[in-house]
């Protein structure tokens, strides 16, 4: 059973303060993913993963960097925290390559709130 | 890349069925994908459809394919208070990547 863990359900953060959002996955997938959920606006990929210290833009990169050290870990940074990232960050994974389907697995989400 | 669109709420009768839409652009998708969303929690894949397939069933979930329409549906029979969430509908979007419909809000009804 596929299980990815994120490491705080709730956080809250001052403007400007930095922040890091990690995920851990447990099924050795090669990629990992980092999106952000707002209503009305549904998913929108900020950054994705496809190995170790490889790391792509998604959709909306601006304002956030990653740091993917180890295959099961995959880590969100906000430089300085502003309001306008207040949000659900969800993480989710899936197998890679020699998968023949892409469905990927998602974390519980971080409800981030910046004040 | 890939757009998908839903509509975003849905209300239903406890034991009525419920279909919820889907429209995608991009038909090179190999598998389109359903995933559900309880409050406060991450998604969760329902089920998915091969792509030369036109229906695919599993226990209450029936998805359809229209490939020449690019449309997507799932129907969940005897709909159930515990399947009030947040539908969203998946098409590949090229290098393992997912493209996400904006959700479909389910509101079962007593």
């Known amino acids: 059973d596929v299980k990815v863990t994120q490491s705080s359900r709730y956080l809250v953060k001052r403007t400007g303060e930095k922040v890091f959002l990690e995920c851990v996955q447990d099924?050795?997938?090669?990629?990992m993913f980092w999106y952000r959920q707002d209503p009305g606006l549904g998913l929108r990929l900020i950054y994705f993963s496809y190995d170790v210290k490889m790391k792509e833009k998604g959709d909306i990169p601006e304002g956030y960097s990653v740091s993917r050290e180890k295959k099961e870990r995959f880590s969100l940074i906000l430089e300085s925290a502003s309001t306008n990232q207040t949000s659900m960050y969800l993480c989710?994974?899936?197998?890679?390559?020699?998968?023949?389907?892409?469905?990927?697995?998602f974390g519980p989400g971080t409800r981030l709130t910046v004040t | 890349g890939e757009d998908v669109e839903q509509s975003l709420f849905l209300s239903v009768r406890e034991g009525d069925s419920s279909v919820i839409n889907c429209t995608y652009t991009?038909?090179?998708?190999?598998?389109l994908y359903w995933y559900k969303q309880e409050p406060g929690a991450g998604l969760q894949l329902l089920t998915y459809i091969f792509s030369n397939m036109d229906m695919k069933q599993d226990q209450r979930l029936t998805v359809l394919l229209n490939k020449k329409d690019k449309h997507l549906s799932l129907r969940i029979a005897d709909t159930q208070t515990g399947d009030s969430a947040i539908y969203f509908c998946?098409?590949?979007?090229?290098?393992?990547?997912?493209?996400f419909g904006t959700g479909t809000q389910l509101k079962v009804e007593l």
């Open positions: 099924m050795d997938h090669e990629n």
């Open positions: 998946s098409g590949e979007g090229g290098g393992n990547k997912l493209t």
């Open positions: 989710a994974s899936s197998g890679g390559q020699y998968h023949t389907t892409y469905e990927q697995y």
């Open positions: 991009d038909s090179s998708s190999t598998y």
